[in-house]
């Protein structure tokens, strides 16, 4: 099996990647407070263990090669602040590395990117960075969070009303008890139900509302959590987790066939 990790190669290996042949995924998430039974990396954790999935998954082929970046393990987290333990970036820092990041490789012919990403708040940041990257460095770089990639099947498995599953919740205790259940204290989880300010603001990652008041976890909840943890399992845990690196890999698959001129600007 091929490395998947970047920072597992030699220089001399990475020369001598297929510019055309080469994905790399960059996983962002954060450094935050999950309540009091699941621990601060669950955000980090999942987008990088989904997207080593998916390298394995697409690598085993023979077409393409993937390969995932280090890790960006803190996002922006200041409504999660409230609660110890949390590391937020600056929205301008979060953009910062990634810039940095593609700006390293790109002067060694490298294009294809896709940034998968495991934290909620991050997603405006990733919208206006890659449209950053894109004015400044010329390359089109899709990113999308997992969750989003498997939204009938979060509707199918999920038994808790709307608002079970938004931090903490019925979807990434599943995720935890599947991946790594040592690090879940089942002991501590309680219901957590959020009070929707509006009708039209909902904290689901099944349906999110169009009036998205942003959040404040110390006002807007009891222990930093948001939904119903107590109706995880380990088995809705590993039909997330199948199903998401499946159309993730798909989503690549797709990509390859896109040619450079595709995905980059030629006025740079
Ligand atoms: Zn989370």
């Known amino acids: 099996m091929e490395r998947i990790s970047w920072e597992k190669l030699s220089w001399p290996q990475v020369e001598a990647l297929d510019r055309d042949q080469t994905t790399i995924i960059i996983p962002t998430g954060a450094i935050e407070q999950h309540g009091p039974h699941l621990t601060l990396d669950t955000d980090i954790y999942n987008a990088d263990v989904i997207a080593r999935a998916v390298a394995k998954k697409v690598g085993s082929g023979n077409r393409q090669r993937v390969l995932v970046a280090p890790p960006v393990w803190w996002g922006t987290s200041p409504h999660h602040l409230g609660f110890p333990g949390t590391i937020s970036l600056k929205n301008h820092t979060f953009s910062e590395i990634l810039m940095d990041t593609i ?147 798909s989503a690549i698959e797709a990509m390859a066939d896109l040619t450079k001129r595709d995905l980059t600007t030629s006025r740079f």
């Open 103 to 249: 700006s390293s490789m790109k002067p060694h012919g490298f294009y294809r990117f896709l940034l998968v990403n495991g934290h909620g708040g991050n997603i405006g940041n990733l919208t206006a960075s890659v449209s950053q990257i894109g004015a400044d460095l010329g390359i089109s770089i899709p990113a999308l969070s997992y969750w989003q990639t498997i939204n009938d099947l979060l509707i199918e498995v999920g038994e808790s009303e709307i608002g079970g599953m938004g931090h903490a919740c019925e979807m990434e205790t599943s995720l935890a008890l599947y991946l790594r259940p040592e690090d879940v204290d089942m002991t501590q989880a309680i219901i957590d139900m959020p009070n929707q300010p509006t009708p039209w603001s909902c904290i689901d990652f099944r349906q999110p509302g169009f009036l998205n008041i942003p959040l404040d976890l110390k006002r807007d909840s009891k222990v930093g959590i948001i939904g119903n943890p107590l109706l995880a399992t380990r088995e809705k845990g590993e039909r997330i987790f199948n199903a998401a690196v499946e159309r993730i890999s």
